[in-house]
């Protein structure tokens, strides 16, 4: 038992040094590497060496900086191959991200946050960075948004208890949220416009499994001069809700057959 536990210690302090290059820092001292973990730094020292002959994290030969290594990227390129929703959405999302010019993106709910799978930069949407592996909140974007559909008024408010706001325009009440959702269900694709980000919109719809469970969703963003929703609205909406029912259909959806079926309560799309 005491073996155990002191393996289950290495390994989890283990997770604690790789997680300290999350912070958004590239490179980091053994000194800020040990103040973020809480370990001393003989400790983080050593486990920085082991972590370096494994390549997960790599160290600068000439500032002594320790960045991650290469190893990370495998793992992730391997767990991302493997994950059912981005094989389905991966071909979907780079040619609708090619044909708009915009950025689509998919994402999956992990906990009280959305957690990005995949997403494609268009022409008319760069980024200077890669979003995928990225966390943001549920109730201030629109992938978020038609996550929750898959939860009631009480799951969400024992999920978000707090709705942080992030612009102006961040809808910060529950019952607002509540509206909202219940919109978004009706119509089966949601909007953001500026509540995460200024600047910046989107419109999302759900993607489904095969037993009808809301188990991702795909967005179409961009610059709010590129993407144009007051005008484009409709048409994007129809264009990501497609996208929406290919991926889903690739899962396994096959839309309700049960009389009173509704496990994220969004109409009924005929599989395309």
Excluded at 41 to 60: I, N, P, Q
Excluded at 166 to 190: P, Q, W
């Amino acid at each position: 038992m005491a073996s155990d536990q002191s393996n289950n210690q290495s390994v989890e302090r283990a997770a604690s040094v790789l997680n300290a290059f999350l912070t958004g820092r590239p490179e980091l001292r053994v000194s800020d590497v040990a103040k973020a973990t809480g370990l001393g730094t003989s400790t983080a020292s050593r486990l920085l060496a082991t972590l370096e002959s494994l390549e997960f994290v790599e160290r600068d030969p000439v500032s002594g900086l320790y960045r991650l290594g290469t190893a990370p990227i495998t793992l992730g390129g391997v767990a991302l191959n493997q994950h059912p929703v981005h094989r389905e959405a991966r071909q979907i999302a780079q040619d609708l991200a090619a044909s708009l010019g915009l950025g689509v993106n998919v994402a999956v709910r992990r906990g009280d946050s959305m957690f990005y799978l995949l997403n494609f930069e268009g022409r008319l949407a760069p980024r200077g960075f890669v979003l995928t592996g990225q966390r943001k909140p549920l109730h201030a974007t629109g992938i978020g948004k038609c996550l929750l559909l898959g939860l009631d008024g009480a799951g969400r408010r024992a999920l978000l208890p707090a709705l942080p706001g992030y612009t102006a325009l961040t809808i910060t009440d529950h019952d607002r949220l509540d509206a909202e959702l219940d919109a978004v269900a009706r119509r089966g694709h949601a909007t953001e416009t500026e509540e995460l980000a200024l600047s910046r919109a989107c419109v999302a719809a759900p993607i489904r499994d095969g037993s009808g469970a809301i188990a991702a969703a795909i967005s179409i963003s961009g610059p709010l001069s590129a993407i144009d929703l007051p005008a484009r609205q409709d048409e994007l909406a129809r264009t990501v809700i497609e996208a929406a029912d290919s991926i889903s259909v690739g899962l396994g959806y096959v839309g309700p057959t049960q009389p009173g079926y509704a496990p994220g309560a969004s109409p009924a799309r005929s599989p395309r």
